[in-house]
């Protein structure tokens, strides 16, 4: 059975890349800080082995491949400098490279994020798109490491690729210390169930939308292509959808809700990923229609709910 070591395991994105691995049939090693005594229910019984790891103490254990979910998408902390924030999401990445290196694993994923495009004023972002972090430590860390993985690959031959993702709503989704703000799409969903009434902005670009468990299909097919040609992906579904779009969408799915809207102003301008080179590199195009993955994204909220009360 093919081992796949995935670090930030206990995160909103990670744990469901771990929850399509092992649909698809793989073994999981599966690391993070702490986990959740959901996820730990959820996965007794199943291939998973859970490592509580800061990523310093990394198991000498065989694994075919790695995916490095792990990141902290806050601002520093109160007494943390720019230095320490970056520390902290960049050199984990180095030690598990080197640490991949030497346990001869077969490839390597990191995931980025569109962040790097903060201050694009581009409407159609591809992976040649130039990056516009506008200054954001976050998106600066990110594109520092996509810029070591080209070279890695361009220059010593090491099999790494960067993914970079976009707009991810699903389930299993909600507030972290190290992630302290939820999608539009979760936040909108929690509060048509607790109030009925939503805030959206007043006008916003359309974004593309991705489905959480989509993440992990396309993740398998990138492990399952035998050579990828570049180091960056991006993994989005392509679906455009502006705020109102996704309100429009909300109220279908909870018809026997009533959802009042009050508009907040106008967001800044984000453009949109395409998946065309992912697509043309590996032949995935397996999206779940948005509409389709907002049900199911309804339905896990509305369980936790019931199990909460």
């Not at 092992?22 to 599966?30: E, M, N, W």
């Not at 430590?137 to 070591?148: D, G, M, Q, R």
């Not at 939820?182 to 048509?192: F, H, K, P, Y």
């Amino acid at each position: 059975m093919t081992r796949v070591l995935v670090t930030g395991a206990n995160g909103f994105v990670c744990s469901n890349i771990v929850f399509t691995l092992l649909q698809q049939g793989y073994s999981v090693v599966a690391v993070d800080r702490a986990f959740d005594a959901a996820l730990v229910e959820a996965w007794t019984g199943q291939p998973v082995e859970l490592i509580t790891s800061d990523l310093t103490r990394l198991p000498d254990s065989a694994v075919d491949f790695v995916i490095h979910g792990a990141a902290i998408t806050a601002d520093p902390a109160d007494g943390e400098t720019p230095a320490d924030h970056f520390r902290a999401n960049v050199l984990p990445a180095l030690t598990l490279l080197d640490w991949a290196h030497e346990q001869a694993v077969k490839r390597v994923i990191f995931i980025s994020s569109s962040a790097v495009f903060r201050g694009s004023p581009i409407s159609v972002l591809t992976e040649d798109t130039p990056v516009a972090t506008d200054g954001l430590l976050y998106a600066v860390e990110k594109h520092s490491v996509e810029l070591l993985l080209a070279a890695l690959k361009q220059t010593y031959g090491r099999d790494v690729v960067a993914i970079r993702l976009g707009n991810i709503y699903g389930e299993h989704e909600h507030i972290r210390a190290t992630r302290p703000r939820v999608s539009l799409v979760a936040r909108l969903i929690n509060e048509a169930l607790t109030t009925g009434r939503v805030s959206i902005p007043r006008a916003s670009s359309p974004t593309d939308w991705t489905y959480a468990a989509d993440v992990g299909r396309a993740l398998s097919r990138l492990l399952d292509v035998p050579t990828l040609p570049h180091a960056l992906y991006h993994v989005t579904s392509g679906q455009v959808l502006t705020a109102v779009d996704i309100l429009t969408a909300l109220r279908a799915a909870l018809p026997e809700v009533t959802i009042t809207a009050e508009h907040t102003p106008a967001v800044p301008f984000r453009g949109y990923m395409t998946p065309d080179r992912l697509f043309r590199d590996t032949g995935f195009k397996q999206w779940t229609d948005f509409r389709s993955g907002l049900r199911q994204t309804v339905a896990w909220f509305k369980a936790q709910m019931e199990h909460s009360s």
